[in-house]
């Protein structure tokens, strides 16, 4: 069994954590010393090209058949590989009987989160940020929209010097990582 260091959740297999995500560092098999046991016979082999003598057996029949790019290529007439015969009129009617699985909506929709967020591994209480500053994992924090952020104000310095992240639309330095979220911005061309 595998237990994570980071949130203890027990799984038996696989190479990162089922519930917190981290990835598990690879575990390295160290290779035993092998000694040659005394008793075996050395039997060297030169590479695998070494010339066979081989005579045919009489009792055998030869009857290769050709095999591959040598044979001719033969059409079967009666075989047509891009359409099916004809079925005739299916009546197509909805099932009665078939439950979709899906609740009528009543449109009342899911607040988003903002403010203060709990994070749901390690309960740090946070207020802003994409990213829990105790245990780094992801935050459920709605994005803000690119309208809000547009009049959000520059870091002071040059103005014509940031971008804006592609993913939560915070100002951040080309070819740098945004401090939020921590996409790279592409660099400046």
């Known amino acids: 069994m595998i237990i994570c260091p980071l949130c203890d ?14 990835v598990f560092p690879a575990q390295t098999v160290d290779a035993a010393p092998v000694a040659q046991l005394a008793e075996l016979e ?7 090209r070494a010339a066979v003598v081989v005579a045919a057996l009489p009792e ?7 095999a591959g790019p040598d044979l001719p290529a033969q059409v079967v007439p009666d ?4 359409r099916a015969g004809v079925t005739g009129a299916v009546p197509v009617a909805p099932m009665q009987e078939l439950d979709t699985g899906r609740a009528q909506d009543d449109g009342v929709r899911t ?3 903002v403010g203060v967020v709990v994070c749901r591994y390690c309960r740090n209480e946070q207020a802003q940020g994409m990213l829990c500053d105790r245990c780094g994992m992801r935050l459920p924090r709605a994005r803000v929209a690119a309208t809000a952020v547009a009049g959000a104000k520059r870091p002071e310095g040059d103005e014509a010097g940031w971008v804006d992240c592609s993913s ?9 990582a945004c401090p939020e979220c921590f996409t790279r911005a592409p660099a400046e061309a």
């Not at 959740?9 to 981290?22: I, K, L, M, N, Y």
């Not at 050395?42 to 695998?48: A, C, K, R, V």
């Not at 639309?169 to 740098?176: C, E, I």
């Open 9 to 22: 959740h027990v799984q038996p297999e696989g190479t990162e954590c089922d519930v917190c995500g981290r």
């Open 42 to 48: 050395l039997t060297p082999h030169t590479g695998g």
């Open 60 to 66: 055998l029949d030869l009857t290769r058949q050709k």
């Open 79 to 82: 075989l047509e590989l891009t």
């Open 111 to 113: 607040a988003a989160p």
């Open 168 to 176: 939560c639309h915070t100002p951040v330095r080309p070819g740098k």
